[in-house]
C-alpha cells in the first residue's frame, strides 16, 4: 500500500473511531503485508479497536455492491489487556488471518460471510463471522476512498468460539447476526452490546 492510501485509511479510522492515538502494529514480513493500527477504549466507544491497514492492496475474485477491496476491523472487550504484546499478537494474528483467507483462497468474502478455522487459532475462536460494523454510529465508517477508482470496505470480524460457531451453522448467517452480534432486546447480548 503506497504512503497516501495508507495516510487515507489512517485519517479515515482516525476520523470515525473519533481519536487519533492509534499505534501500528507491523507483521513479520512476508509475501502478503498487511498492517494493523491499535486504538485504545475511549469514552465514544469503550472497547479496544483493531483494524488492517493494506488488505484492500487485493482485490477479491468477486463482487457485490460494495465492492472487492476489504479492509477488516476488530472489537475487542475493554477487559483484555492489549498493551500486552502476546495478547496483542493473538488478536492481530486473529484479523490477518481472516484477511488471508480471501487473498490466499481467492476468494471473495463481504458482510454475511463466515470463516471456519480448521484447528481454531491461538484465542481458542473456531471461526469469524464478518459483519457490518454497527458498533459505530456513523456508517461512513464503511468505505473509504483511497483513490479516483479505488475504494475500501471497512468490515467488522467477529471471533467465534466454537458454540457460536455452532449456533451459526444452525441458524444461518441472517438469524445468527440478530440473534448473536446484535441481537434484538431480551434476547443473549454479546459483550458489545453490554457496554453502555
Given at each position: 500500500m503506497n504512503v497516501s492510501a495508507i495516510q487515507?485509511?489512517?485519517r479515515h479510522y482516525d476520523k470515525y473511531f473519533g481519536q487519533t492515538d492509534s499505534v501500528v502494529l507491523h507483521p513479520v514480513e512476508g509475501e502478503i503485508h498487511i498492517d494493523c493500527v491499535l486504538y485504545k477504549p475511549s469514552k465514544a466507544y469503550p472497547f479496544w479497536k483493531l483494524a488492517t491497514i493494506g488488505c484492500s492492496d487485493y482485490a477479491?475474485?468477486?463482487n457485490n455492491s460494495l465492492g472487492n477491496r476489504n479492509e477488516y476491523m476488530l472489537f475487542i472487550d475493554p477487559a483484555v489487556d492489549m498493551n500486552d504484546g502476546e495478547t496483542a499478537g493473538k488478536y492481530y494474528d486473529l484479523l490477518v488471518a481472516t484477511a488471508r483467507y480471501a487473498i490466499e483462497e481467492n476468494t471473495?468474502?463481504?458482510y454475511g460471510h463466515?470463516?471456519?478455522f480448521a484447528e481454531g487459532d491461538s484465542l481458542g475462536a473456531a471461526g469469524v463471522f464478518i459483519e457490518l460494523p454497527q458498533a459505530?454510529?456513523?456508517s461512513g465508517i464503511l468505505r473509504c476512498k483511497l483513490s479516483l477508482f479505488k475504494k475500501a470496505?471497512?468490515?467488522q470480524v467477529i471471533p467465534l468460539d466454537k458454540q457460536a460457531l455452532e449456533l451459526l451453522l444452525k441458524v444461518g448467517n441472517e438469524e445468527f447476526?440478530?440473534?448473536y452480534a446484535y441481537p434484538e432486546e431480551g434476547e443473549r447480548e454479546h459483550w458489545l452490546c453490554k457496554l453502555p
Open positions: 487515507k485509511l489512517t477479491l475474485n468477486g471473495f468474502i463481504s463466515s470463516i471456519q459505530i454510529n456513523d470496505i471497512c468490515l447476526a440478530y440473534t
